[in-house]
Each structure stands twice: as C-alpha cells, then as structure tokens.
T-cell receptor
C-alpha cells in the first residue's frame, strides 16, 4: 500500500459527460501529480500541484482541469469526454518537488462508451 | 518524440538467473532516473533510482547502471525470482524542473520457475 488513495477505482460513462477523479496523497506529501496511461501512449504526465498551487503542466487537454485543496487532496476533472479519453488515470504524491521519488495510487480506470 | 525508450517490450528469464532491463533517453537535461515496477491492477511501485552524478546504485538484488555518454541505463535483477514478474518502467526527470517523470513504454518481465 503506497498510502496514496484514489477514488473511484472504476468509472464508466458516456461520451460528452463530465467526471471527477479524486486523490488523497500520502500523509505529509505536498506534491500531487496526475498521469494518464492509455494503451498507445504509455504513462503520460498531465499536471502537478504543490501545496495548492499548479507547479507544472504536461500534455493535458483543455477539457481537463485539476485542483489541489487546502487539505492537499486533489481532483482531476475531465469534461466533454471522448472515447479516446478511456485510460487509467494515476495520481502520485511526493514530499516536495526535488529529487524524491513519487508514490503512486492504484489508479482510476475510466471507460467512455 | 519519445524522450525515454525501452526497446524491449518483453523479457523472459529463468528463475535464479540475471534479468537485465534496458532504457535509453535522448534529453541530456535529465539528471535523475528511476525504475518502477507495476503489477496488474496496481499503480507503479518505486524500485530504485540513480542520480546523474553516479554510475551505479545498488539495493539488494537490484542494481541500476547509468552510462551518461551513451544516454543509457539498465536495471539488473540478480537472482531473478518468479515474484519479480511484472512490467518495469524506466523514468527520468530534471530535478530543477519540478518532479514530473517522463516514462518509457515499459518492459514486461516474466521469470519462469
């Protein structure tokens, strides 16, 4: 158990809909990262938050957004969903933004039908 | 443009023998490298890391070697055990640019009893 909790584990929704994925980082970790793992793209970095502020952005679509709340949990919002958004979405956390390893949650499997 | 590549999608090894997983990178700005192991239905688990100022780091049965001039790193597992069967991801980052990881596509290791 990495200590990073993601909910829900599975999500099935229709095209055009909006979903919210939730992540609780390990106790004491200030940084949260979101990654997407799709079949053809591997693990891709989406966005990072550090202590409530956006720190880095990767290949995140404009239809996607995230935030980190004062209690440090984070949410990833995916809207106007398309079939191609079907993927595993992982949240990871680390103590800071420097040379420390990130610990991953079990992921949320999103299926868009 | 894949900045981190794992050219072998799969590797099969006999129990007790050495497993060698390879990874190449193109971005010379990467200065920290990590290996993650992933079992089905779980998130990636941190295994071992190496800073670019070193050429070797060892942790029990796992050793990571870094060849900066060749932009190549490898993970050695000795001796291999059936429980090591998983997908192994190589990842790289720039420690002065947040903590976001660029992942390779993964290598599926199968250790046969």
């Amino acid at each position: 158990d990495s200590g990073v909790t993601q909910t829900p584990k599975h999500l099935i929704t229709a095209t055009g809909q909006r979903v919210t994925l939730r992540c609780s980082p390990r106790s004491g970790d200030l940084s949260v990262y979101w990654y997407q793992q799709s079949l053809d793209q591997g693990l891709q970095f989406l966005i990072q938050y550090y202590n409530g502020e956006e720190r880095a952005k990767g290949n995140i679509l404009e239809r996607f957004s995230a935030q980190q709340f004062p209690d440090l949990h984070s949410e990833l919002n995916l809207s106007s969903l398309e079939l191609g958004d079907s993927a595993l979405y992982f949240c990871a956390s680390s103590v800071d933004t420097g040379t420390t390893e990130a610990f991953f949650g079990q992921g949320t499997r999103l299926t868009v039908v | 443009d894949q900045q981190v590549k794992q050219n072998s999608p799969s590797l099969s090894v006999q129990e007790g023998r050495i497993s060698i997983l390879n990874c190449d990178y193109t971005n010379s700005m990467f200065d920290y490298f990590l290996w993650y192991k992933k079992y089905p239905a779980e998130g990636p688990t941190f295994l071992i890391s190496i800073s670019s100022i070193k050429d070797k780091n060892e942790d029990g049965r796992f050793t990571v070697f870094l060849n900066k001039s060749a932009k190549h790193l490898s993970l050695h597992i000795v001796p291999s055990q059936p429980g090591d069967s998983a997908v192994y991801f190589c990842a790289a980052k720039r420690s002065n640019a947040g903590n976001m990881l660029t992942f390779g596509g993964g290598t599926r290791l199968m250790v046969k009893p």
